[in-house]
């Protein structure tokens, strides 16, 4: 029996360069897909950011729901913005290519569950989950959440954060299916707010709205107050965003 108190072994001095090296050049790689989305992606503002569930099929009313709302933002002038998978960035895309505006696809290289979808104008490639992140928010006008898992709600989080520090300008953040949030919701009123994390006026980030056309509605009259494109002192802090 091997004694648990033995010093673990160390990688050799060339195996620990040959990491640190490719490590080191990795930042290109990074650096590319920054470079890449910032100039492909400032080009269809405004957007919409739609996201949700990769496993939600095409007969569920929330893959429907997902569909004509994108369809109805297109129409409207607002391209869309997905993950580029199945699912509902599946259906977010397909309402968007059928629709007036482009249809934009983020797609992430995963081991499993992300497959591209077919209803793409405009498709980039992720390796990086942080890299794609960025692009999600930088060029969007609203966010729109539709139920998922743990990766909505790191999306839904990183946005809410993001308005919160105010390291974005406000943009309205709406929760499509009501039921599916209601228990999370809950406890952001009963515990977070109850224990001090965050502010009873943090709520008000947050909408909540069932109906494709309320959505439209809801960023239309939000945006009948607020300027659509950044101000210059905005455009400042997103730069560092």
Request: glycine content about 8%.
């Given at each position: 029996?091997?004694?648990?108190?033995?010093?673990?072994?160390?990688?050799?001095?060339?195996?620990?360069?040959?990491?640190?090296?490719?490590?080191?050049?990795?930042?290109?790689?990074?650096?590319?897909?920054?470079?890449?989305?910032?100039?492909?992606?400032?080009?269809?503002?405004?957007?919409?950011?739609?996201?949700?569930?990769?496993?939600?099929?095409?007969?569920?009313?929330?893959?429907?729901?997902?569909?004509?709302?994108?369809?109805?933002?297109?129409?409207?002038?607002?391209?869309?913005?997905?993950?580029?998978?199945?699912?509902?960035?599946?259906?977010?895309?397909?309402?968007?290519?059928?629709?007036?505006?482009?249809?934009?696809?983020?797609?992430?290289?995963?081991?499993?569950?992300?497959?591209?979808?077919?209803?793409?104008?405009?498709?980039?490639?992720?390796?990086?989950?942080?890299?794609?992140?960025v692009m999600?928010?930088?060029?969007?006008?609203?966010?729109?959440?539709?139920?998922?898992?743990?990766?909505?709600?790191?999306?839904?989080?990183?946005?809410?954060?993001?308005?919160?520090?105010?390291?974005?300008?406000?943009?309205?953040?709406?929760?499509?299916?009501?039921?599916?949030?209601?228990?999370?919701?809950?406890?952001?009123?009963?515990?977070?707010?109850?224990?001090?994390?965050?502010?009873?006026?943090?709520?008000?980030?947050?909408?909540?709205?069932?109906?494709?056309?309320?959505?439209?509605?809801?960023?239309?009259?939000?945006?009948?107050?607020?300027?659509?494109?950044?101000?210059?002192?905005e455009q400042?802090?997103?730069?560092?965003?």
């Amino acid at each position: 029996m091997s004694n648990r108190h033995e010093p673990i072994k160390k990688k050799s001095d060339t195996s620990q360069s040959t990491l640190l090296n490719r490590e080191s050049w990795k930042i290109f790689q990074i650096m590319a897909e920054f470079v890449e989305g910032y100039e492909r992606l400032f080009k269809v503002k405004p957007a919409v950011s739609i996201f949700g569930s990769a496993r939600t099929p095409e007969s569920h009313h929330y893959y429907q729901m997902a569909e004509e709302t994108a369809r109805l933002l297109s129409d409207a002038g607002f391209s869309i913005i997905s993950g580029g998978g199945p699912g509902i960035m599946e259906a977010a895309n397909k309402g968007a290519y059928a629709g007036k505006s482009p249809s934009v696809g983020l797609n992430i290289a995963l081991p499993h569950e992300q497959t591209e979808n077919d209803y793409q104008d405009v498709s980039l490639h992720f390796r990086h989950f942080f890299s794609r992140k960025v692009m999600f928010v930088k060029y969007t006008s609203a966010y729109v959440v539709l139920p998922g898992g743990f990766g909505t709600l790191d999306e839904l989080a990183e946005i809410l954060t993001l308005v919160q520090t105010g390291k974005i300008p406000r943009i309205p953040v709406i929760l499509m299916g009501a039921a599916f949030w209601s228990g999370l919701l809950e406890w952001f009123r009963t515990r977070m707010i109850d224990e001090g994390t965050i502010s009873p006026e943090d709520m008000d980030l947050i909408q909540v709205i069932d109906e494709p056309e309320e959505v439209l509605n809801a960023i239309f009259g939000y945006y009948d107050t607020h300027h659509i494109e950044p101000t210059e002192d905005e455009q400042e802090i997103i730069l560092d965003l």
